[in-house]
C-alpha cells in the first residue's frame, strides 16, 4: 500500500511538473517572516529573490487575517508566475484556496492533508513538515503530499525550538521515497554545503536570504554551494 501510493503521488507530481513546464521544484524555496519582510517591503525583496534564482516562495504570516493577507497572496502569486517560480502559503489552505494558490505547506498540527487536498482539489501542491520523522513522510505521502521537509538541521533563529536532525536522514528520505526532499531549519551561505551531498531537492530558507545585506548575493552563494 506504501509503495503504490508512493507511485501514485510521483505520478501526480510528474505531471503536475513536468508536462505543465511552468512551475519548478527543485532549487532555493524562500520564506517570508513578519519581522524580516514587512508589508512595506515583501514585495520587492520576493522580487529580488526570484530575480535572482529563487524557485519557490512560501508566504508565511502567523499575525495577519486572511483577509489583511489575500491583496498581498494574489501580488506574489502573480509574481511568481511571471517568474515561472511557485508560490505557497503556509497553513492557510481557505486562503490558497480562494485566491487560486499553487499550493499550501501544513504543519503537524494544521489540517490534514485529505482535508486539505478535498478543498484544493486533485492540482495543486501540498508540502508536509516532517521534522525528523521518516514514517510521518510515508503516512503524508500515502494521504497524497507532494513534497516533504525534514529539519532543522542547524540551530534555527526563527524556530530555535526546533530539534535538531541528522543530517543522514536527508539521504535515506531520498533512498526511501520518489517526491522531492526539502531541507530546512538553520540553513545558511556558510552551512549549506554540508548539506549538499546529501541530495536534497529544495532548500528552504528565511534569515539567509531575508535576512542578508544582499538578497542577490545570497542567493547566488547558496545556489552556487548546492550545485543548483
Not at 520518489?178 to 529544495?202: F, H, K, M, R, W
Request: hydrophobic share 40%; net charge negative.
Amino acid at each position: 500500500m506504501g509503495k503504490k501510493a508512493t507511485l501514485c503521488s510521483c505520478a501526480k507530481w510528474l505531471f503536475h511538473f513536468i508536462y505543465s513546464n511552468t512551475l519548478m521544484f527543485k532549487g532555493i524555496y524562500v520564506i517570508t517572516d513578519e519581522f524580516l519582510t514587512p508589508k512595506s517591503s515583501i514585495y520587492t525583496q520576493v522580487e529580488e529573490a526570484l530575480e535572482a534564482g529563487a524557485t519557490i516562495v512560501q508566504l508565511r504570516d502567523k499575525e495577519s487575517s486572511d483577509a489583511d493577507l489575500l491583496p498581498l497572496a494574489e501580488q506574489l502569486q502573480e509574481l511568481c508566475r511571471r517568474h515561472k517560480a511557485t508560490f505557497i502559503i503556509n497553513d492557510r489552505v481557505e486562503l490558497a484556496q480562494k485566491m487560486g494558490a499553487d499550493g499550501v505547506h501544513i504543519g503537524f498540527h494544521d489540517l490534514s492533508i485529505r482535508e486539505a487536498r478535498t478543498l484544493l482539489g486533485p492540482d495543486k501542491i501540498i508540502g508536509i513538515s516532517c521534522y525528523g520523522d521518516l514514517d510521518r513522510a510515508e503516512k503524508g505521502i500515502e494521504a497524497g503530499a507532494d513534497y516533504v521537509a525534514f529539519g532543522a538541521f542547524f540551530p534555527s533563529p526563527t524556530k530555535p525550538k526546533a530539534a535538531v536532525v541528522d543530517k543522514a536522514l536527508i539521504a535515506e528520505a531520498k533512498k526511501r521515497f520518489q517526491v522531492p526532499v526539502c531541507v530546512i531549519g538553520g540553513i545558511t551561505t556558510e552551512n549549506i554545503s554540508e548539506l549538499a551531498p546529501y541530495g536534497a531537492d529544495l532548500y528552504a530558507t528565511v534569515s539567509a536570504v531575508f535576512g542578508a545585506h544582499s538578497i542577490t548575493d545570497a542567493i547566488y552563494e547558496l545556489k552556487s554551494k548546492t550545485h543548483l
